[in-house]
């Protein structure tokens, strides 16, 4: 008999790790796909199917052993947790290999999809199992994991680029140059760049190139042309499924070409060695084909564009010796700042606030009334198309009544406007997923989700701009209460989904980071910076108190700004732990004194000049489609309800709502 063959396995690699450079920093650029075909088209869209098949069917198994894994009480008091995920398989591996079988096991799955993308699929939904099974570092863990919604699913993640090994880019892989896209859509200039509305598709590169140099014994080899040897327009390249016969899926790509674009398009183009991984990106827009338009978003190696402006603006923030304090507010985001050796000659104290301007907040309703007519319309079409659903309102109801008791005929109703038909213990007969919808709620909903995309873009533009204002005129070192703003939405949340703080504070972060300071987290519980005054004395006042008045010193001012100011004197045991904050009130009564009126003067109105408009208009952070659980009351519409930073409304006599005299009715109303 012939001796049992080992096994031999691979041994480890030799050669060095590679590591990403400028300390792992990666930036994104999103390249317009130009998807005119309507057979490349169709292509996409299955493979967009395949790929949501393959992660629904592993979202599954992951739920199931998930649950598994937790009904396995006494088997994880015997063995371990970690032995009962290995028997559930609850690894990234073992996910993957659940990803292959699926595939494997499909007969039409691997005529659109790969290997590669399928492990990636599997990876995705590893991180939110991984964010239930094990908790961060303050003790949370994620809900348990769902399978998510076929619209929700917009994105195919690619597979990153080698960067040690010539030429392997497994799955999209971004072919062409910079150069030759210009070359081939301009006269020559470099400014003149006019792409056609019709892409053209480019064609694959044909013919032999050479393989190497010539020496005296060899003659220089020849290999065909691939798509590695492109060096036109810009395009992204799929291979297909392993058992796919319709060749390569090449997109071609449309650049920006609008005036001042061309320096931020350089920067990620210019060299293909910096591109590391495309991502395929779908986005709603109901004008499309489909409804949908495609994106490639290209991740790069290195830090992102910024403009030559921006970059002076951090480099001047940066040389700026100050602290400053936040504060966040429902209605208000409050800034102050002082010299950082408290000296008079080295400035004064500057004090900012961020509010919705009266024309904000007109813009604001304008948005909120196309919001609820566009809800409003896709509830009359969808009862229109069940009407078997839904039964008659109680005037719908009336008026058969009175058509019967007359003798007239029975008169149909197109759109009964009565609740859905449902069981004794409220739960609808028949879910609302087997509703059949017309095409014209599939394109309302479109635009709903289009309009919804570009106003949360429009906040996040918003919040950027006044970050870098913020920045240039406080500086880059900032602390502000470490708070969860999201507790705040059980009853605030149209009148935070206006001004949007957390947004701001979060861009604050990143502009702090980019200027080469900090933004700082304080807790609120070892500081209560709203309760005290720069002289240490504490003032206690309610929510309705927005006015600091301190019997001690004497000092009065605005109640936002006072805790901002004290804010800048909040020290750290450890800055990393934001329940090492405490107040130093030596420091404060010390610039208490220093810079006496100029304080005063910071704490009562705002002195450094902060643009809260956009340039396309002010109010275009529009407020986002409300959710039943985490924002306001359905009786915001009927009351009013004042947020704690405004005056409370008062009554008349007669019982309707007033207002107290000097206040604005549009501070005090929603």
Partial sequence: MRAAQTCRFRGKNKAPKWKKPDDGQVSVMVLPLAVDDPADLARVEKLFGAMWAIKRAVQRDARAKVDACWVAFHERERDGVKAVRQRLGLSREALERCAYKHLE?????KHHASKALAMHMADEVWNGVQRHLFPDATGKRHGRPKTGRWYDFTRVPGRARSHTTDRKWETFRLVGSLHGHTMAYTNGGRHTLQQPRRMPVPAAPSGSVPTGNATASRKPGTRKATWWDHAGPLAVVFTGGPDGSRGDLVLPVRIPQQPGQWERVEHFLSNPGRWHKVDLVRRRRASAPGGWVYEAHLMTLGPGYAAPAVRQMRDRAAEMDRIGGVDGNVSNVSIVSLPAGLDPAAGVPASTEITLSPAERALLEQEAKK???????????RRATNTAQYGLSKKQARRAE??????????????????????????????????????EYRELRARQAEAAASAAERRRHRARLLARQIIAAHGPVLVVEDCDIRTWYRLWGK???QTTPGLLIAALERECTAAGGRLVRASMWSTALSQHCLCGERVKKTLRDREHKCIACGLTGKRDLV?????????????????TAYLDTTASQHAQITFAQGLEEALRESTAPSQTTTSRGAG??????????????????????????????VRDHAGKPGHRPGCNPQLTLW
């Fill in 105 to 109: 096991d499909s007969g039409h799955l």
């Fill in 371 to 381: 919001r609820r007519g566009r809800s409003r319309a896709l509830e009359r079409s």
């Fill in 402 to 439: 009175h058509r019967a008791s007359k003798g007239l005929p029975e008169k149909a109703v197109t759109v009964p406007g009565g609740a859905r038909a449902s069981r004794s213990d409220g739960v609808p007969k028949r879910a609302f997923r087997r509703d059949r919808l017309s095409t």
């Fill in 495 to 497: 009148r935070l989904s």
């Fill in 563 to 579: 805790s901002a100011a004290l804010a800048s004197f909040v020290r750290f045991t450890d800055v990393d732990d934001p329940k």
């Fill in 620 to 649: 275009h952070a529009a407020v986002p489609r409300q959710r039943r659980g985490t924002s306001a009351p359905r009786t915001a519409g009927r009351r009013s309800r004042a947020t704690p930073d405004e005056p409370r409304p």
